[in-house]
């Protein structure tokens, strides 16, 4: 008898599942939303922040990661662990912001070898308008669709999902 709640097997599924658990219909329709809903309101907060800031989303994720650190200053490998990017990533964005004067690289004190960036006080006034956009398409684009009882689900089950 087969599983109803069950996907229908493909030969690609099926290979990719031996031996393992294969999620329910129900597991895979949440997961293809949960992407589609991340894609979505990503690609519309990127979208804004480019037409009315000419700046990326990752270059604005940056700069509000050096403006919560301390002395406004990370190690590339913490920024690139912070905004989620490979080094090799994070290493040609801070190239670009440096050429834009939003960020500064610096020697690490307590070790020769190693770099770090730094906001500028140009990155930083550069931050503060760019937020005024960001933070409305957050509100407008996650957060006024959501009451607060979804809010608060929400928030409980990305804080389990990343744990």
Known sequence: MTDIAAPPSTDVMAGAAQGRQSPTRDQLAAWRSFLRAH?????ML???????????????DVLVQLAE????????TELADAVLLSRSGVTRLVDRMEKAELVSRCRV???GRGVAAQLT????????VASR????????????PLDDDDLAALERISRLLAD
């Open 39 to 43: 894609a979505t309101i990503t690609r």
């Open 46 to 60: 990127e979208t804004e922040l480019l037409a009315e800031q000419k700046l990326s989303l990752a270059a604005y």
């Open 69 to 76: 650190a301390p002395e406004r200053r990370l190690r590339m």
């Open 109 to 111: 004190e307590s070790d």
């Open 121 to 128: 006080d140009a990155g930083l006034s550069r931050l503060r």
């Open 133 to 144: 956009t960001h933070l409305s398409g957050v509100v407008r684009h996650f957060a006024a």
